[in-house]
């Protein structure tokens, strides 16, 4: 009897164990089943990634022939060849259309902030770009709108893939430095009446800040360097001045 009594023990001993690695294994087999799901998901996601790196490059490559443009602007900036030099820039601005028209396909609306530290940094470069171009050639401060229609993207986050408002807003603060140097390069080639210009410009970009309420840190730090290049400007004029190189406006008299 004791010998039964123990086999018996022995056995439900068996099933007992048989049953706790039945019930491991559905457990397990649920959680594979999960992480194979998570593994696809990750998948597509790399996939996406790689698609905008690609696409990216290409913008980089394109910013950087905007860039040299900029440069030989900056190095003769002369009355005869200005125009020549903003509408080539117009031009190359057009190129950038294709590859925000690829990057909205593969980013979703719903995704978009997901991937956007992506593109972001390349995007207020170009817009950066086209505020230059836009001021010197049509005289007025960029908008989002027309901002958004050069890149071809929407305008807002309701309609798709769209211009940040923030990128548009550090791409404006970011030309700031572009037309200091602007400033002091027309200074250096006589052309004492676009320094002018550019010191209205910046006066304008600074009243318009004036009007946001920052809460965010780095528009907030990126202001700072506007408020940097307006005085700068505001030393070349000052310096054109006390030269006899310009003349007052009846308002700085």
Known sequence: LQIICTELRLLILFYYILYQLHIEMDDFSAIEDDFKTYDKEFQVDLKSKEDIELLVLGLESEEGKLASILMQIHQQPTEEKLSGWFL?????LQNVKSFYSSLAKVVTSDRYY????????????????????????QRHLLTRSEAAEILGVAEREENGFHLDLEDY?????????????????????????????????????????????????????????????????????????????????????
């Open 169 to 253: 807003l550090h791409a404006i603060l970011l030309s700031t430095s572009e037309f200091c140097r602007f400033a002091v390069n027309f200074a250096t080639f006589g052309h004492y009446e676009r320094v002018d210009d550019v010191a209205d410009i910046l006066g304008k970009i600074s009243a318009a800040f004036r009007l946001l309420n920052f809460k965010n840190g780095n528009l907030r730090k990126h202001y700072d360097s506007l408020k940097y290049n307006l005085n700068k400007v505001e030393e070349v004029k000052y310096n054109l001045t006390i030269r006899g190189l310009r003349k007052c406006s009846k308002v700085e008299k």
């Open 114 to 137: 997901r991937y956007h530290e992506l593109f972001r940094h390349i995007t207020q470069k170009i817009v950066c770009v086209a505020a230059i171009s836009v001021f010197f050639t």
């Open 88 to 92: 080539k820039l117009q031009d190359e």
